[in-house]
């Protein structure tokens, strides 16, 4: 398996409660993030959402989807979204926000283990071309959100 530990940060100009409000209902991403295809709920969780499942489907700017699902492993509002995937990736995915007094700090935290046979055997030379698709991702979604909430959000 290749692994691949990718960190992204959005600097967002809107309080916390608001981006929280987007974040914590990934349910309705497809809606603003173009890059996600669909968000499928396999088990709803308890009252605060721990133990959710969720399956996602990707397709970046490379012409290939990736389907994996996530469970909900931790939520902490307003605070850290935390989750496991398995499927054609596996390992953990940590949304953690903050805000600075001025802008909501959102960070992203992807490590994860790829399942699918052709991109562990292709990783060796296209590696980089998987961490480019990743970044593209991210950057569609600061995009989303930033229209989402009728702001700016800037990649750092």
């Not at 295809?37 to 396999?42: G, K, L, R």
């Not at 307003?78 to 496991?84: D, F, K, R, S, V």
């Amino acid at each position: 398996m290749a692994e691949y530990r990718f960190s992204t940060q959005w600097r967002v100009k809107a309080p916390l409660q608001a981006v929280w409000d987007i974040l914590c209902h990934p349910d309705l991403w497809p809606n603003w993030w173009k890059s996600l295809e669909q968000v499928v709920e396999i088990e709803k969780g308890d009252l605060n959402g721990i133990g959710a499942l969720h399956r996602y489907t990707w397709k970046g700017a490379l012409p290939y989807r990736i389907t994996f699902d996530i469970h909900v492993l931790t939520i902490t509002p307003l605070h850290l979204l935390e989750g496991q995937a398995s499927g054609e990736v596996e390992g953990i995915g940590q949304w953690s926000l903050f805000y600075d007094g001025v802008d909501t700090i959102v960070r992203y935290d992807w490590n994860i283990r790829t399942n699918t046979r052709w991109m562990n055997y292709l990783a060796p030379v296209a590696a980089p071309l998987f961490r480019w698709n990743h970044h593209s991702v991210m950057r569609e979604g600061a995009k989303g959100l930033a229209r989402k909430l009728g702001t700016r959000v800037d990649m750092g």
